[in-house]
């Protein structure tokens, strides 16, 4: 798998996820303590989530981190 392929496919599940939520960036940045740029960063595909940040933000979208990378998986 394409590490650069696997940041982007990370980030649009994530940007799914939240707009399914109907969050914003900042609304998810609250709710997991990362800044909104770091949030854009990570949607946007620019880096991808440390581990810790991954379980922030499975927690701030109401799912377990599982479910995060099952999508991943899908989507790739």
């Known amino acids: ?16 996820m939240r707009r399914q939520r109907r969050l914003t960036q900042a609304d998810l940045a609250k709710r997991t303590g990362l800044s909104a740029r770091q949030i854009n ?3 946007s ?3 991808p989530p440390y581990m810790d940040e991954v379980f ?4 701030a979208l109401e799912v377990q981190a599982w479910v995060l990378t099952r999508r991943l998986n899908e989507v790739l």
């Open 1 to 16: 798998m394409n590490e650069k392929r696997a940041t982007e496919a990370m980030g649009l599940v994530i940007r799914e």
């Open 41 to 43: 960063h990570i949607e």
């Open 45 to 47: 595909g620019n880096r």
């Open 56 to 59: 922030l933000l499975a927690d």
